[in-house]
């Protein structure tokens, strides 16, 4: 049964930094990829961040150059590290995995519906 368990939401001041985690356990895909989405109050689900399995990166644009992902293979576990924090950024931050991914694909900066296998949503809440 795969399971992604994200973690690391809480509060934070603008102009802060935080850093979410996502555990994932029983998920050995085929050219896979994970990201990071974020739905804020009355918004759709909109992707931030993806890494491939060739460890190839994408952003959004609203957080290129502030947000980073990273991913540790031996601890199973996909990082963001989230720099010069908007109030904007407010959202429940989602991790989710798939299968069949790209370099092309995730520089796309994909939307959640191909996505199959998501966490539970941890949420960020900056303040200014």
């Known amino acids: 049964q795969v399971q992604l368990m994200g973690s690391g939401g809480g509060s934070v001041q603008a102009g802060g930094s935080a850093k979410l985690s996502c555990v994932v356990s029983?998920?050995?895909?085929?050219?896979?990829?994970m990201g990071w989405f974020r739905q804020a109050p009355g918004k759709e689900r909109e992707g931030v961040a993806f890494?491939?399995?060739?460890?190839?990166?994408a952003y959004a644009e609203s957080v290129q150059g502030r947000f980073s992902i990273s991913e540790d293979n031996a601890k199973k576990t996909i990082y963001l590290q989230m720099d010069s924090l908007k109030s904007n950024d407010t959202a429940i931050y989602y991790c989710?995995?798939?299968?069949?991914?790209?370099?092309?694909?995730?520089?796309?900066?994909?939307?959640?519906?191909?996505?199959?296998?998501w966490g539970q949503g941890t949420q960020v809440t900056v303040s200014s």
């Open positions: 989710a995995a798939r299968d069949g991914c790209t370099r092309a694909y995730i520089r796309s900066v994909p939307s959640p519906s191909p996505f199959t296998y």
């Open positions: 029983g998920y050995s895909g085929s050219s896979s990829c």
């Open positions: 890494i491939s399995q060739d460890k190839s990166t």
